[in-house]
């Protein structure tokens, strides 16, 4: 258990449908990144938010979306679903004091058919 | 961002250190050294990280060249429970982690 909650834990959509995954930390940490990772890859950083505010992004399109609330719980939303978007998604709290640590979430595991 | 690179896979029997090398001929001068690991089934796990001097925690050692282009990650005795795949990451501190493929970890009973 690493304190850093992600639900549910599995999901099945259908192309063209939208999901919103969910985080949650017991860290309080004001600090979340969010990860795909598709099967047999090391993880791919998507985004970042910090106080609410997202500021930082990978290469993903704008249909990868989030949201951080003020007790710093976050949601990622995918709209537009396509088959490639089957992957586990990641989320993290950091801890911008030493030892610098990302502590993940066990993921959702998304399954696009 | 600086590249890593590091084996595909890796064998070492139980009970029996294990030695995990990771390139950085890139390496910039504010890039911590940061090493991950993921169980099966499990999210990324902090396992430890150094800027210049080597490292030692509960969970393994790490030791850094004098030029900062390779490191090594020791599992002083490894278990079944080592097996995973581990990650070398560059990152100056807090910012976003760029992983690669990792190297397979498989240790034998």
């Known amino acids: 258990e690493t304190g850093v909650t992600q639900s549910p834990t599995h999901l099945i959509k259908t192309r063209g449908q939208q999901v919103t995954l969910r985080c949650s930390s017991q860290?309080?940490?004001?600090?979340v990144s969010w990860y795909q990772q598709a099967l047999g890859q090391g993880p791919q950083f998507i985004f970042q938010?910090?106080?609410?505010?997202?500021?930082g992004r990978g290469n993903f399109p704008p249909r990868f979306s989030g949201l951080q609330f003020p007790n710093y719980s976050s949601e990622l939303n995918v709209n537009a679903l396509e088959l490639d978007d089957s992957a586990l998604y990641l989320c993290?709290?950091?801890?911008?004091?030493?030892?610098?640590?990302?502590?993940f979430g066990s993921g959702t595991r998304l399954t696009v058919v | 961002d600086a590249k890593t690179t590091q084996p595909n896979s890796m064998e070492s029997n139980e009970e029996e250190p294990v030695h995990l090398p990771c390139n950085h001929s890139?390496?910039?001068?504010?890039?911590?050294i940061h090493w991950y690991r993921q169980l099966p089934s499990q999210g990324p796990e902090y396992v430890i990280h150094?800027?210049?001097s080597n490292v030692n925690n509960r969970m393994a050692s790490l030791a850094i060249a004098e030029d900062r282009k390779s490191s090594t990650l020791i599992l002083h005795r490894a278990t079944l429970r080592d097996a995973a795949v581990y990650y070398c990451?560059?990152?100056?501190?807090?910012?976003?982690?760029?992983f690669g493929g990792g190297t397979r970890l498989m240790v034998k009973p």
């Open positions: 993290a709290t950091v801890d911008w004091t030493e030892p610098y640590g990302y502590t």
């Open positions: 860290s309080g940490h004001n600090t």
């Open positions: 938010y910090y106080r609410e505010e997202e500021n």
């Open positions: 890139t390496i910039s001068g504010t890039d911590y």
């Open positions: 150094g800027l210049t």
């Open positions: 990451i560059l990152a100056y501190a807090g910012n976003m982690l760029t």
